[in-house]
Structures are given as structure tokens and as C-alpha cells.
């Protein structure tokens, strides 16, 4: 949350906060965040993949597969 205070437009910033959500079980949040990351990068491939696992925490098994397509 600092880093993004520092620098809003930091696409690793927001997927690095979004893995911690998804670590602390908060999979809304973080999914907010990795398609914050992919809307400003949309070529990270790391950002899918953790996108696809906090989607699987909220049980959106065809989002999550789409992700790691």
C-alpha cells in the first residue's frame, strides 16, 4: 500500500499487494488488485497466475482456468 502511495501506475505493485491478500484469505481484494496490475501491464504472466488462485478461493473455477490459458 506504501509502494502504491509512492507510485500509482506500479503494475507489480498492485500484484504484489494482491498476493498478499490472497495469502491473508481476502480474494476480493486481491482480484482487485491483479486486474488493477494486468490494466496497467496486461503482459505479466506471474499476474494471471495469482489472479487465477485467488479466483479459485472464491470459486470461479472457469475465470480462474481462463487465466491460466
Do not use: H, M, W
Request: net charge positive.
Amino acid at each position: 500500500t506504501t509502494a502504491l502511495k509512492l507510485n500509482p501506475s506500479s503494475a507489480l505493485a498492485y500484484c504484489n499487494r494482491g498476493i498478499a491478500y490472497t495469502k491473508l484469505n481476502n480474494p476480493v481484494f486481491a482480484v482487485q488488485d491483479f486486474n488493477q496490475s494486468l490494466k496497467l501491464n496486461p503482459r505479466v504472466p506471474l499476474t494471471f497466475e495469482k489472479r487465477a488462485e485467488a479466483l479459485v478461493q472464491l470459486g470461479r473455477y472457469e475465470n480462474a482456468a481462463t487465466d491460466l490459458s
